[in-house]
């Protein structure tokens, strides 16, 4: 039976997408709601299914069991290949096409090599489960490689473990492979000892956490390194292969030539950039009229969150290049954070709704609540936006905080149930349960 109600299709189930979608129960719409994966995937905590601390039923929750209950909207697995804005209709890889009368694009991001894309053969990025147990694959196979391993430095470098990028994935990464080499895994091994094992937080900048304030970004260094982490500021990675990576730092006395040095290692992790999903060049390059996008991919779109002359369709999350426009205050960039990305759900969907009653829309106004990141073990720094100003602390206390935000906003009672259980048990035992590796190959499904 055909529906008068107005279509509208979402792209990606990720915060942005699954935000709109729940915000518009109960209009009178016909909504279709279109991901590759038919899971949403709550990212923030998926390094710990990278790390064998959690299985990823934890973390991810079934579309349409989500949905079950929203009688508007139809989730559909699919990949997404193009948007014919002419007429109105969403392309897909098997052929099929989704008509729409509005368009809300979710898409979110991917990896991004800063043009040299030859290097995720050998140091893959942590976005999705794939990612993650491919990841796990590789940490946990560097371990029984270095056992068999007859010769002294092969084995140390199959003990060592470069992470890439030290921003919040990149530091959580860092802190949680020195907690598996030093407690996890001891008394396991018989000619290895893994406690001995190395890990390397490589970052370009001059500080870690560079979207916090300095005194948490030199608080988070110093929290890393008494872990046990060596902190490596200021190095750009020229060059990544089977065995390991090019890292250039700047010369010791001024005028001189940057100093390139190889480190031989077992496994590497990218985590040091981000693009927006390929998608939104392609819609960009469909739509043309001053639709443009940035240097990483993003969609530039208007206050609204619209495009410039198609008010029907709409891009949030990672895919936007979006500002902030709170009355009497300058414009600033939105951060491709989590909450972003749900506000920016929410506020299109609300924005349509105004538009089927014939209503003007609003400008979109982000709400900085902060910024969080866990180190390790009793380890973290937290800086809160607050209306009396910004408060900041680490140790205990901010790990605590972390641990409790992260588990509130989990999709689902059963995974914060789960969380719950899996970090109490890890914290009091030093194990980590998800430590099986169904293949040499990397499928696991768990």
């Known amino acids: 039976m055909t529906s008068a109600h107005p279509k509208l299709v979402i792209i990606g189930s990720g915060f942005g997408g699954l935000e709109a979608a729940k ?43 989500l949905f079950r209950q929203q009688a508007n909207v139809t989730t559909l697995l699919g990949e997404v290949v193009g948007i014919d804005a002419a007429l109105r209709q969403v392309r897909l890889a098997n052929r099929s096409t989704l008509p729409y009368d509005h368009l809300i694009v979710a898409a979110g991001a991917t990896h991004s ?29 560097s371990y029984e490689a270095a056992e068999n391993e007859p010769i002294e430095a092969r084995r140390r470098a199959l003990l060592t473990f470069c992470v890439i ?25 018989r000619r290895i000892d893994p406690a001995s094992a190395e890990v390397l937080l490589i970052e370009g900048g001059s500080r870690v956490l560079q979207a916090m304030p300095d005194s948490l970004s030199q608080r988070a260094r110093e929290q890393l390194e008494k872990l046990g982490v060596q902190v490596r500021l200021n190095a750009r990675v020229t060059g990544i292969d089977a065995t390991g990576l090019f890292v250039e730092t700047p010369a010791a006395t001024a005028g001189g030539s940057p100093v390139s040095t190889r480190i031989d290692s077992g496994c590497i992790v990218w985590a040091a950039g981000v693009a927006a999903s390929p998608l939104g060049r392609l819609l960009a390059a469909d739509l043309g009229n001053g639709v443009e996008v940035d240097r990483a991919g993003r969609i530039k779109v208007l206050p609204d969150l619209s495009l410039a002359g198609h008010p029907e369709i709409s891009v949030v999350g990672d895919l936007a290049a979006a500002m ?26 609300a924005n349509l709704k105004r538009r089927l009653l014939g209503q003007p829309t609003e400008p979109f106004r982000y709400r900085d609540y902060g910024n969080l990141a866990t180190i390790g073990r ?39 149930m789960v969380v719950m259980l899996d970090w109490a048990s890890a914290y009091f035992s030093f194990q980590r349960s998800a430590r099986v590796v169904a293949d040499v190959k990397g499928n696991e499904d768990a």
Not at 182 to 189: A, C, D, K, S, V
Not at 324 to 349: C, D, F, L, N, Y
Not at 384 to 410: C, D, E, K, M, N
């Open 23 to 65: 915000a518009l129960a109960g209009a009178a719409l016909d909504i279709t709601l279109v991901d590759k994966s038919n899971h949403h995937l709550f990212q923030p905590l998926l390094y710990q299914v990278a790390t064998a601390g959690m299985a990823a039923p934890a973390i991810a929750a079934p579309i349409r069991h």
């Open 113 to 141: 090599y800063f043009g040299r894309d030859e290097w995720a053969a050998f140091a893959p990025g942590l976005k999705t489960l794939a990612d993650a147990f491919d990841i796990r694959r590789r940490v946990l196979m």
């Open 165 to 189: 990028g030290a921003g919040p994935t990149g530091v959580e990464m860092a802190g949680t492979l020195v907690e598996i080499a030093r407690h996890t895994l001891q008394g396991e091994f």
């Open 324 to 349: 902030s426009h709170a009355p009497g205050k300058p414009s600033t960039p939105v951060p491709g954070v989590s909450p972003g990305a749900k506000q920016m759900g929410r506020a299109a969907a």
């Open 378 to 416: 009793n380890s973290a720094v937290v800086d809160l936006t607050t209306p009396l100003g910004p408060v900041r602390f680490s140790g205990l206390f901010a790990w605590l905080f972390w641990l409790f935000a992260h588990i509130y906003f989990l999709v689902g009672f059963r995974n914060r």
